[in-house]
């Protein structure tokens, strides 16, 4: 079986999904492994690092027309999925409920998709969840890059020419982004507060030293370890509880996301009118929609004074860990699917059939046929 590794083609994304050292381990399982040439130059890994573990390098149009799978990490885009053969395979992050119309060309191409977004929080998925390993470079990163965009600094300074107060920071989502991001900031020396629908987060976040603004949560229990979409009634009541620190933050990082779903709003321009001259907002949900109203893939957009850059962040700031720890889950992965160096397609298996979202062309709703 040949696996085609692609260069990613989303801009300003560097990282690669499989890395010389794991293209190796799926030769030694039986795999021939053929990557695009200079797919991980932007992760540090040359060519020839790929060739020395024993893997073909190729052009794109030789992996679309002769790999039995295609691998990469985002989305594949237009072209791409029109370049599908019947019966091939695709591994990557599809987003296919907020990517409808790309399942139905997928569909048409006669093709199977897996998505690495899907795969479902349980103890045996754990070394296969890329949102987890992306999500904690994502924290780090979100808050380096909130640091860059603010005219402000972090810590509390006393000079002799006055005191400067301490960055206030708003961290949307409890998960591992949010804990990284709340950890990050803290070190740096800012006022941390964070809100989650998870009432079970409060005690991690507080052991970070973030403030958590409580909402009554009762009967928006998450869902398999993830936030699960929440009522109406609830976005309402978190909207009231966290206003009063939205406007006063300097800093808002937003990191809530439902796997395969839209990502809920969270900030709207009404209260972008609020907030202060100059805040920033870092919106890690962006590839699925946005917490912001306003935000837009791998875009800045200034309004009401307020910078909000949408982005799906930062593993591909810090290409060569995030690329690493991608690489691991993926192979992971593959391990799972297969037996031997072929495809077992045991469709009564979780975590293959949350992932598998197009078999042979036929679209499975929500896992299943």
Known sequence: MIIGVLK???KGDNRVSITPKIAQQLIEKGFEIRVEENAGVNSSYKNSDYSKSGAGISSKEDLFKNADVLIKINPFDNKELKGLKKGQIIIAQLFHKSHPKDMKIISKQGATAFSMD????????QDMDVLSSQNNLAGYKAVIKGAYEMTKIFPLMMTAAGTISPARVLVYGVGVAGLQAIATAKRLGAIVEATDIRSETKEQAESLGAKFILVDNKGEESEGGYAKEAST???????EAVDKSLFKADLVITTAMIPGRQSPVLITEEQLENMQNGAVIIDLAAAQGGNCEL????KTVIKHGVKIIGTTIAPESVSTN?????????FNYIVHLTEGHTFKWDLEEAITNDTLIVLNGEIR?????
């Open 8 to 10: 990613e083609t989303q």
């Open 118 to 125: 899907a795969i479902p929080r349980i103890s045996r998925a």
């Open 233 to 239: 009634d609830y976005a309402q009541r978190q909207k």
């Open 295 to 298: 935000s837009k893939m791998n």
């Open 322 to 330: 995030a690329s690493d720890l991608y690489a691991k889950n993926t």
């Open 365 to 369: 709703q929500n896992g299943k046929s």
